[in-house]
């Protein structure tokens, strides 16, 4: 009776101790918002914002993004929000921000439009920071692509890349991408 109870007793030790690794190796890098649904629709709020643009209709607030378990070599991440319905299917980029820390876990309110915490790329507006949504009215609810892309490169790289030129610069330094798509249309 005593050995079995220690039989039982270590086998259930055992499996415990399976289970709590294959959880942790079975972990997903994951991105999200308490501001919307993985493809639900982004409030009015973080749409752009810009006199000389009519389509711009919102106060270009930056949601907040929060992730977990990026691999453990993470030494920077990369993020960039890409509207592939946009310019009329040529693709409008909402922001390219790096060089952000390998202990970040996310961004709060509006630090992607106050340009905190990370080093502005150059968007399709020209800008360095957050220029949210500002899809022409009968256009449809476009796709804004969050991508979250862990990297193997030293948060070193120079201000003002665009996507193509981050992207080219991350090439054999991805380690993983998560993302997330809000949706918006007037």
Same mark, same amino acid.
């Given at each position: 009776?005593?050995?079995?109870?220690?039989?039982?007793?270590?086998?259930?030790?055992?499996?415990?101790?399976?289970?709590?690794?294959?959880?942790?190796?079975?972990?997903?890098?994951?991105?999200?918002?308490?501001? $919307?649904?993985? #493809?639900?629709?982004? *409030?009015? =709020?973080?749409?752009?914002?810009? @006199?000389?643009? !009519?389509?711009?209709?919102?106060?270009?607030?930056?949601?907040?993004?929060?992730?977990?378990?990026?691999?453990?070599?993470?030494?920077?991440?990369?993020?960039?929000?890409?509207?592939?319905?946009?310019?009329?299917?040529?693709?409008?980029?909402?922001?390219?921000?790096?060089?952000?820390?390998?202990?970040?876990?996310? $961004?709060?309110? #509006?630090?992607?439009? *106050?340009? =905190?915490?990370?080093?502005?790329? @150059?968007?399709? !507006?020209?800008?360095?920071?957050?220029?949210?949504?500002?899809?022409?009215?009968?256009?449809?609810?476009?796709?804004?692509?969050?991508?979250?892309?862990?990297?193997?490169?030293?948060?070193?790289?120079?201000?003002?890349?665009?996507?193509?030129?981050?992207?080219?610069?991350?090439?054999?330094?991805?380690?993983?991408?998560?993302?997330?798509?809000?949706?918006?249309?007037?």
């Amino acid at each position: 009776m005593v050995t079995m109870s220690k039989t039982l007793k270590w086998a259930l030790w055992s499996s415990l101790m399976f289970y709590g690794a294959a959880s942790q190796a079975s972990a997903l890098f994951t991105l999200q918002s308490p501001a $919307f649904a993985d #493809n639900g629709m982004l *409030d009015k =709020k973080f749409a752009g914002n810009a @006199k000389d643009n !009519p389509n711009c209709t919102g106060e270009n607030q930056s949601p907040v993004l929060i992730w977990n378990n990026p691999p453990a070599e993470t030494k920077s991440f990369a993020l960039i929000v890409h509207d592939p319905e946009g310019a009329k299917g040529l693709g409008v980029t909402h922001l390219v921000a790096y060089n952000i820390s390998p202990s970040a876990t996310g $961004f709060p309110a #509006n630090a992607l439009r *106050d340009g =905190k915490e990370f080093t502005g790329g @150059k968007n399709s !507006p020209g800008t360095d920071r957050w220029f949210g949504p500002c899809p022409p009215a009968g256009s449809g609810a476009h796709h804004y692509t969050f991508t979250l892309i862990a990297t193997s490169q030293a948060p070193d790289l120079p201000a003002g890349l665009t996507r193509e030129a981050l992207l080219e610069k991350l090439k054999g330094k991805a380690l993983a991408a998560t993302g997330l798509i809000g949706r918006f249309g007037q």
